[in-house]
């Protein structure tokens, strides 16, 4: 199993960006595939999931309203598109796979798979 990250990049306050999460290797029956951001000095925190088995999407609180999780299963990829962002968003990103079916967002320790991460920085 990978999975690569990539999208990540400087934008402005108010602005936007799309991250990319391509996996491979995925062949469960269910799995989900979340996004975790964890900025400088910060614990990583879980930003949004999306399950294979419905396509039932969650998301942090933190970000409701302005990131949106999507999957093109075609392409094996799972996007974050984010807008709307904010200094805080600043992280990096990392996406992470685990197997099973999900009903809420995921703490990280239910994560089998990882990333390597892309840094996203917004300036004010």
């Known amino acids: 199993v990978q999975l690569v990250e990539s999208g990540g990049g400087l934008v402005q306050a108010g602005g936007s960006l799309r991250l990319s999460c391509a996996a491979s290797?995925?062949?469960?029956?269910?799995?989900?595939i979340g996004w975790f951001r964890q900025a400088p000095g910060k614990e990583r925190e879980g930003v949004s999931c999306?399950?294979?088995?419905?396509?039932?999407?969650y998301y942090a609180d933190s970000v409701k309203g302005r990131f949106t999780i999507s999957s093109d299963n075609a392409k094996n990829t799972v996007y974050l598109q984010m807008n709307s962002l904010k200094p805080e968003d600043t992280a990096v990103y990392y996406c992470?796979?685990?197997?099973?079916?999900?009903?809420?967002?995921?703490?990280?320790?239910?994560?089998?798979?990882w990333g390597q991460g892309t840094q996203v920085t917004v300036s004010s």
């Open positions: 992470a796979g685990l197997v099973g079916v999900v009903l809420t967002l995921p703490g990280d320790e239910l994560y089998d798979y």
């Open positions: 290797g995925f062949t469960f029956d269910d799995y989900a």
């Open positions: 999306i399950s294979s088995s419905d396509g039932s999407t």
